[in-house]
Nanobody, 129 residues
Framework: QVQLVESGGGLVQAGGSLRLSCAASGRTFSISNNAMGWFRQAPGKEREFVAAINWNGRITYYRDSVKGRFTISRDNAENTVYLQMNNLMKPEDTAVYSC???????????????????WGQGTQVTVSS
């Protein structure tokens, strides 16, 4: 069974930073051959793409509103994906952030949540003024 567990969320003031982690586990599961993504969902809104990274970390994508503020990275040896979030903004960055794995995707990672195979439970990020 594959598990993705997010951590690192919390309450932060506008302009502050947080680093989210997504640790993958499972008897034989490795993130090494999979694209990974971060999505978020705010109350009353649809889930939206935040960032994605290909299997070796050489290709990354971001939604326009987080470019220059967020950085996605991965450590395949640790089976973990990260999302460094700087200059957090209220209210647009307040949401539940979830990581996801796109199995076997070695090319360009997808920005569409329907194309991801495994999901974590999410971690709450709240940006205050």
């Amino acid at each position: 069974q594959v598990q993705l567990v997010e951590s690192g969320g919390g309450l932060v003031q506008a302009g502050g930073s947080l680093r989210l982690s997504c640790a993958a586990s499972g008897r034989t599961f490795s993130i090494s051959n999979n694209a990974m993504g971060w999505f978020r969902q705010a109350p009353g809104k649809e889930r939206e793409f935040v960032a994605a990274i290909n299997w070796n970390g050489r290709i990354t994508y971001y939604r326009d509103s987080v470019k220059g503020r967020f950085t996605i990275s991965r450590d395949n040896a640790e089976n973990t994906v990260y999302l460094q979030m700087n200059n957090l903004m209220k209210p647009e960055d307040t949401a539940v952030y979830s990581c996801a794995a796109q199995l076997g995707r070695l090319g360009v990672p997808s920005t569409k949540y329907g194309e991801y195979d495994y999901w974590g439970q999410g971690t709450q990020v709240t940006v205050s003024s």
